[in-house]
């Protein structure tokens, strides 16, 4: 690969590879990206509802283990 740019000027290497590389693959790395970003959307929901849930559970749980003891 470096005998291939070694006659090049530096912005061939630098910008016109990085320029041609996400304009052909610029659709699969936006799908890419907004596939993990909404995986990691799904995983924020996931454990605020599984908090949120334990949270009320527990909450629950010692107000009538405390109003048995009266």
Same mark, same amino acid.
């Given at each position: !690969?470096?005998?291939? /740019?070694?006659? !090049?000027?530096w912005w061939?290497?630098?910008?016109?590879?990085?320029?041609i590389a996400?304009?052909?693959? +610029?659709? *699969?790395i936006a799908?890419?990206? +907004?596939?993990?970003?909404?995986?990691?959307?799904?995983? *924020?929901? /996931?454990?605020? =509802?599984?908090? +949120? =849930?334990? /949270?009320?559970?527990?909450?629950? !749980? @010692?107000?009538? @283990? @405390?109003?048995?003891?009266?």
């Amino acid at each position: !690969m470096r005998e291939i /740019f070694a006659g !090049m000027p530096w912005w061939v290497k630098w910008i016109a590879v990085p320029v041609i590389a996400i304009f052909v693959f +610029g659709g *699969l790395i936006a799908s890419v990206v +907004g596939f993990v970003i909404g995986l990691l959307f799904k995983v *924020l929901v /996931f454990v605020v =509802l599984v908090g +949120g =849930l334990i /949270f009320v559970i527990r909450k629950f !749980m @010692s107000s009538s @283990s @405390s109003r048995g003891d009266w």
